[in-house]
Structures are given as C-alpha cells and as structure tokens.
C-alpha cells in the first residue's frame, strides 16, 4: 500500500513533483514530509490521504518551525487517528470522514451475493463528510 501526498492550489497546472508515494508508516511519512518541505518553500496546503500521514506532516512541519494553520494547511482522509500518536502541540486534523459502517454493510452483501452467485459486482457511491477542524485556515492568496 501507498499514499500519494496532494498538494492543492487554486489554478496552478499538476506538478508530479508535488506527489509523494510513501508506504503507511509514519517514519517514512515524516522523512517524505521533510523532503517535500524543503524542495518547495511556498506550499500553502497539503491533503494526506490518511490522519496518521496528516499528522507526521504535521510533525515535520513543526520542526522545521512552520505553524499549523497560519503557514501551511493540512487536510487528512479517514478520521481514524491511532490516540498513540502524539505530536506536541498538535492541532486537531481537519479531515474527511467516510460513511465506514454503511461501506462495511454493503461489502458484506456484495460478498455474500457473490458467493451464492446472485448478483455480479456493482459500483457504489458513498457520502463524505468534511470535519473542519484546526490544521486549515482560510486560503492565503
């Protein structure tokens, strides 16, 4: 598994630059984080795709003396922060949080028609939800 950082500005042409694959490990994670960071001093906002990235983005942000929103705008996907993550003077994650149990519950039929061969696989879409939260400010211009 991967995650790709996103970096996201308002009409500025994709940059592949600005994408960084990294496996789900937080060490890993921060290391890319400060790469990313040091390659490119006028970025304004991230989105991570998953909390425990967004928050060793935060941390590698911090110590090279960023401040979380005020210079840099982080945005995390899932709403799943493990509690054993702790970064000193961590701002709550901004986020988007999937309808997990409503996902699961349509997995579980999908699976079960599958077995009893009643139903081919089909495509669904789930409603998300944007939690606000303290790791974005307003955009900067």
Do not use: W
């Not at 950082?5 to 290391?31: G, H, M």
């Not at 909390?51 to 935060?58: E, K, R, S, T, Y």
């Not at 110590?63 to 210079?71: A, R, S, V």
């Amino acid at each position: 598994m991967a995650i790709a950082f996103i970096v996201v500005d308002n009409n500025i042409e994709f940059d592949p630059r600005l994408v960084k694959i990294v496996n789900y490990s937080f060490d890993e994670t921060y290391e890319c984080s400060a790469e990313l960071l040091d390659e490119f001093d006028d970025l304004t906002a991230v989105f991570c795709s998953e909390d425990l990235m967004a928050a060793a983005f935060i941390n590698a942000a911090k110590d090279k003396g960023l401040k979380i929103p005020h210079d840099i705008s982080v945005v995390g996907f899932d709403d799943l922060l493990p509690d054993n993550i702790i970064v000193h003077d961590m701002p709550l994650i901004t986020t988007v949080r999937q309808a997990r149990q409503n996902m699961a519950t349509q997995a579980v039929y999908a699976l079960i028609n599958q077995i009893h061969g009643r139903e081919e696989p089909y495509n669904l879409t789930f409603n998300l939800d944007l939690i606000i939260r303290n790791s974005t400010a307003p955009r900067r211009r």
